[in-house]
């Protein structure tokens, strides 16, 4: 940038990095998204095609940025768990979550026909990005075993709040008073004895959310191999952004997303996969 004498201005840009040493926790929401949902006309109580939608989009984010080790997506909203030595922008807390939170939107909507093909975007999705940072690993397992609880008490209630509206015939009003001061056993009472619903029996995605791994070993700059004699400066830039668009080439190659749909609640999650949490250690 040219040193002129407004240049002054940049003082004003002050810094924000996240403190170091700690779990980096990314959170999207979709703004808006009951009024979205039924602008284009999502299936009650759950639609395949819109968490597929969502699953894809923080598949893709997770391509793009290696660092992104765990997350965890239900209904409108996705978690991100960073490695704990991430140095992603410097950590700096308004471009990650500016970037990566434009990043999934963007995926979402680019990803929107694949999965509504005969459902034209009558205007477009947003979602708000915050990151909080937690201190320990149990701070991050009960994090995702309060998102993943939630889940499921949303879902038994949706679930049977919609059973009453499309197969009883109640209003909207009518169905959440029915549910006023019930229990999660008086739910599931109420969907078997009603509509011979087993709950338990429901596809795992509805009731557990998504989990997605990222099985690649992360590479990091220090690895891509350093000129061995001096360049102009053009040249170095020029060696800079090639070593970068190759080191990213090479995340994206060795990326390997599982999607699952289990249980993060208990120990054998987290037994089974230490490399989640120690993995910087």
Same mark, same amino acid.
């Given at each position: ?70 997350a965890f997506g239900e ?69 995702? %075993?309060?998102?993943? %609880? ?22 909207? %009003?009518? %169905? ?67 070593s970068k668009k190759a ?35």
């Amino acid at each position: 940038m040219a040193n002129t004498r407004y240049a002054y201005v940049r003082d004003f840009e002050l810094p924000d990095p996240l403190l170091p040493g700690v779990f980096m926790l990314l959170r999207l929401d979709g703004h808006s998204f009951h009024r979205f949902s039924d602008k284009h006309e999502f299936i009650k109580p759950n639609d395949v095609r819109a968490l597929k939608l969502m699953d894809h989009a923080a598949k893709d984010i997770m391509e793009e940025y290696p660092d992104i080790v765990l997350a965890f997506g239900e209904s409108d909203e996705y978690s991100f768990l960073l490695r704990k030595a991430t140095t992603l922008y410097n950590r700096r807390q308004s471009k990650i979550v500016s970037t990566l939170t434009s990043y999934f939107t963007s995926c979402y909507v680019f990803r929107w026909l694949h999965y509504f093909p005969d459902v034209p975007l009558q205007y477009p999705p947003s979602f708000d990005g915050r990151i909080v940072l937690y201190p320990t690993q149990k701070h991050i397992r009960d994090y995702f %075993a309060w998102r993943q %609880a939630d889940t499921h008490i949303n879902n038994l209630y949706n679930t049977t709040f919609w059973a009453l509206v499309q197969q009883e015939g109640q209003t909207t %009003a009518e %169905a959440h008073a029915t549910l006023k001061g019930t229990y999660s056993k008086d739910k599931h009472e109420l969907l078997f004895s009603r509509f011979g619903i087993n709950y338990n029996k429901l596809d795992a995605q509805f009731r557990k959310g998504s989990v997605l791994l990222n099985e690649a070993s992360p590479m990091t700059i220090a690895s891509v191999p350093k000129p061995s004699s001096p360049m102009p400066m053009e040249g170095k830039k020029e060696k800079k952004a090639k070593s970068k668009k190759a080191q990213r080439q090479q995340h994206q190659k060795k990326a390997k997303i599982e999607v699952l749909h289990c249980d993060i609640i208990g120990n054998e999650f987290w037994d089974g996969r230490p490399e989640i949490l120690e993995g910087d250690k």
